[in-house]
């Protein structure tokens, strides 16, 4: 669950408000309550649930990976007048560390113009990622005994990164070391069907079932699709349904 929470700082000394006003009869209680009800009115819809939900949104689609626990908007020290006319658009990211970042939230203003404000926030999130067990030397096809899933923060993580064992099976190019987190640059892909092999082609039309050899123009996995060569030297798609056969498409 994302948590949103507003920043109001209070600032100066309001003591000798409060004896000025005790004076004409006006209770330091009473103002307080009433600061603090205009000061909700004025800035919750500044900070509505659209913004955050906005940014939760462009964060995850940069780091599908990351776990967001909560996120804190820091609020702007100036806002236009007419500031809860305005509509969000957009939102830029603009950095992003441990602990926070900024970004730029482009609105449309009521005479439908476009007005960028910056924001600062706080987020408290991880990283899942795969992280070896054990040292695991090269060309070694990788397997559930050799990781662990891990949380880790921002600065450690690795966009290429692991998240979860792997559809395919994955050989590693050189060794490595454990404790390290895995990544695609690591491996290479460990193919039904590679580059050049002979394999057998079927084509379907209706009740007649064609079979003929063709040459593998692409690595390929069961369900991918890949080019394939034909006798005539025509190039044709083809979906892998086995280690040495495709379905012409």
């Known amino acids: 669950m994302v948590l949103f929470q507003l920043n109001l700082t209070r600032r100066g000394n309001s003591s000798g408000v409060e004896h000025n006003l005790a004076k004409v009869g006006v209770a330091s209680s009473n ?4 600061s603090i009800f205009l000061l909700l009115i004025l800035f919750v819809p500044l900070f509505s649930n659209s913004l955050v939900d906005q940014l939760h949104k462009t964060i995850m689609s940069e780091y599908p990976s990351a776990i967001i626990n ?4 820091d609020k ?18 603009l950095s992003l560390h441990d602990n926070g970042g900024t970004f730029r939230a482009v609105y449309t203003t009521p005479n439908s113009t476009s007005k960028s404000i910056f924001f600062k926030f706080k987020i408290d999130f991880k990283f899942l990622v795969l992280i ?22 921002f600065s450690d993580y690795d966009k290429q990164a692991l998240t979860h064992f792997p559809k395919y099976q994955l050989i590693t190019k050189s060794k490595v070391k454990r404790g390290k987190i895995l990544t695609n640059r690591q491996f290479k892909t460990l193919s039904d069907i590679k580059k050049g092999d002979k394999i057998t082609a079927i084509i379907n039309d209706g009740s007649l079932k064609v079979e003929i050899i063709v040459t593998a ?4 996995n069961i369900g991918q699709i890949i080019s394939v060569k034909n006798q005539n030297n025509q190039t044709l798609k083809a979906q892998v349904i086995s280690k040495n056969q495709a379905i012409i498409k």
Not at 70 to 73: E, G, L, R, V, Y
Not at 78 to 92: R, S, V
Request: aromatic residues 8%.
């Open 217 to 220: 123009l692409d690595d390929g």
């Open 31 to 34: 103002l307080v309550s009433r």
């Open 132 to 153: 070896s067990s054990r040292d695991i030397n090269r060309n070694h096809i990788l397997n559930l005994g050799d990781f662990e899933q891990k949380s880790v923060s």
């Open 76 to 93: 702007p020290d100036e806002f236009p007048d007419d500031f809860n006319k305005f509509k969000l658009k957009d939102i830029i990211l």
């Open 70 to 73: 909560s996120i804190n908007i």
